[in-house]
């Protein structure tokens, strides 16, 4: 059975720090490219980052450039989030996401092309 796990999230002042851990079972890590995605109500949910399990190749979006940092350890399966320099605009559900790359090494890290997903961990980031 595929699970991500997610934890790590929490309330923390404007220019704080949090990290987020997402633990997987059930597939072949190193064939998949994990993300973290974001929502807020109302709106879409948009990536954040994601990284290679394969090649620990890196993706993040623009806004968080800087500031967030995506690691993995694959003996333990698991995927980090490390956000600095939050803003009230972090504020949203972040989901960690597992995207299968079939051998290619590549990825999309969009939100139509995950193949499984985590249940969410709440960030919230007060001014």
């Known amino acids: 059975e595929v699970q991500l796990v997610e934890s790590g999230g929490g309330l923390v002042q404007a220019g704080g720090s949090l990290r987020l851990s997402c633990t997987a079972s059930g597939f072949a890590f190193d064939d998949y490219a994990i993300g973290w995605f974001r929502q807020v109500p109302g709106k879409v949910r948009e990536p954040v980052s994601c990284?290679?399990?394969?090649?620990?190749?890196?993706y993040y979006t623009t806004s968080v450039q800087g500031r967030f940092t995506i690691s993995s350890d694959n003996a333990i399966n698991t995927v980090y989030l490390d956000m600095n320099s939050l803003t009230p605009a972090d504020t949203a559900e972040y989901y960690c996401?597992?995207?299968?790359?079939?051998?290619?090494?590549?990825?999309?890290?969009?939100?139509?092309?995950?193949?499984?997903w985590g249940k969410g961990t709440e960030v919230t980031v007060s001014a």
């Open positions: 990284i290679s399990g394969f090649d620990g190749d890196t």
């Open positions: 996401a597992a995207e299968a790359m079939h051998g290619s090494g590549r990825y999309l890290c969009m939100s139509h092309g995950m193949d499984h």
